[in-house]
């Protein structure tokens, strides 16, 4: 499945900085784990305001993202 959606700039370097734990989640609240899951957002933390926002535009343009299942091989 290859689909495309506009999504800003901003955004993707947000979601990049979450990714590479450039910026963490406080934890504190609502942030997203296994245990919460995927889709809870903690309205203080500055790592849940950035998925917030990409969550906004996603939703903007009508995309839903499947649940993320990791290959086999990515544990280390
Ligand atoms: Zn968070």
């Known amino acids: 499945m290859t689909q495309h959606a506009p999504i800003s700039l901003d955004a993707v370097a947000g979601l990049y900085a979450v990714a590479t734990g450039q910026l963490a989640h406080v934890n504190c609240g609502s942030c997203p784990d296994i245990l919460e899951g995927a889709l809870v957002r903690d309205d203080e933390c500055p790592a849940c305001q950035l998925l917030l926002a990409a969550d906004a ?9 499947p649940a993320f299942i990791a290959p086999d091989n990515a544990s280390n």
């Open 57 to 65: 535009q996603l939703r903007a343009a009508d995309v839903t993202l």
